[in-house]
């Protein structure tokens, strides 16, 4: 089991900017690559982006890159989001996961473990 909490969200005015937490516990975080996804109401949940075990390799949805940055630090057994530029339609809940399958990091059956979410709500 991999417990994950995520931390940072908030109200933020469009064109600033957030950086998310994940904290894991449990299992060894740096035998996961890990993912990032997002949920605005009524909608489904999104890739964002992910990150591999070693975080050497990153992935990005059209929609952020350029604006997100993914990182890891396997020692603190953290990994975050940094969201610049941010607009109003990346106002969601956001929420991270740990992927066990192998495949396509873009998709949501390959993960796991998911935390609780944390809202982000940008302001125009």
């Known amino acids: 089991q991999v417990q994950l909490v995520e931390s940072g969200g908030g109200l933020v005015q469009a064109g600033g900017s957030l950086r998310l937490s994940c904290a894991a516990s449990?299992?060894?975080?740096?035998?996961?690559?890990m993912g990032w996804f997002r949920q605005a109401p009524g909608k489904e949940r999104e890739f964002v982006g992910g990150?591999?075990?070693?975080?050497?390799?990153?992935y990005y949805a059209d929609s952020v890159k350029g604006r997100f940055t993914i990182s890891r630090d396997n020692a603190k057994n953290t990994m975050y989001l940094q969201m610049n530029s941010l607009k109003s339609e990346d106002t969601a809940v956001y929420y991270c996961?740990?992927?066990?399958?192998?495949?396509?990091?873009?998709?949501?059956?390959?993960?796991?473990?998911w935390g609780q979410g944390t809202q982000v709500t940008v302001s125009s």
């Open positions: 996961a740990a992927q066990v399958l192998s495949g396509q990091p873009t998709r949501l059956d390959l993960y796991s473990y």
């Open positions: 990150i591999s075990r070693s975080g050497i390799v990153t």
């Open positions: 449990g299992r060894t975080f740096s035998n996961y690559a």
